[in-house]
């Protein structure tokens, strides 16, 4: 599904409403957020050379506050780029297994950019609700860096530009990722019962090592995201979308309990 794109009117956000909505992104707020900083980075910051990443992140909220992440190329070859966790934060919002992510992004046009929404505790506890990259126009990347598993998800809908859906089943046994209303992939692996962790969403500039670095003449790029909210869903009532409530059923271990057996 293409959408007006930078320079054109901006869909509108849409934020649902109902009483499992634990998480309503509100990008400006100091008590949801941290800009400029995560533990995810070495020292916490700024810089991550060793991921292959040329960013190096600040708090200036003009990078991040209005919900546009963005990256502009310093003097040194490195970039200021935009980054909220909540880790940190007064609230420290945590996903915990079970929950589900709805979220609509904006993807970057610019090579080099390398846009995420991913998890974050003490040294791991990834997942990628997902990761672009503009050198492969129509490829989606998502990971479940906990039990492992990924997949690399080619879409006609997915564009430098295009705006897109996304929705993330953190599941105990099955961690299934949406895009655009369809269920694009599960990796019967999900999070076990007791995982939790922080939110990180920004956008970083890759260094060249896996994906191309910014040409000479980019100074600038930047990726929207125009909502994000967290649902969870009450303790054994039913999942949106039941395709999804039979996937962790299925994946569910011989006592209920969602673990997957060895």
Partial sequence: M??????????????????????????????????GRSWAYPDGGPENRDDDKLDHLVADPDYSRAGV????????????????????????????????????????RETGAWPAIWTWRDGGQEIDVFEYHPDNPDLLEFSN?????????????????????????????????????????????????????YL???????????HPAPGPRTTTMSYEVSRLVVRRPSQGGPLPHGRAATENRETAGADGTGERSA
Avoid: K
């Fill in 2 to 35: 293409h959408e007006p794109t930078a320079g054109g009117p901006v869909p509108p956000p849409r934020i649902p409403s109902g009483p499992d909505v634990v998480f309503a992104a509100d990008f400006s707020s100091r008590r949801q957020w941290v800009a």
């Fill in 69 to 108: 992440f963005r990256a502009t190329r310093r003097p040194d070859g490195l970039w200021n780029t935009g980054l909220l966790t909540t880790e940190g934060s007064d609230e420290g919002f945590m996903l915990r297994a079970g929950d589900i992510l709805e979220t609509r992004v904006r993807l970057p």
């Fill in 145 to 197: 860096h906990v039990r492992g598993g990924g997949r690399y998800v080619h879409r006609q809908d997915v564009s430098p530009g295009a705006w897109i859906d996304l929705r993330t089943e953190f599941g105990a046994g099955s961690v299934v990722w949406w895009v655009n209303g369809e269920r694009v992939y599960a990796d019967h692996r999900g999070t076990g019962r007791s995982w939790h962790a």
């Fill in 200 to 210: 990180i969403v920004n956008l970083s500039v890759c260094a060249g090592r896996w």
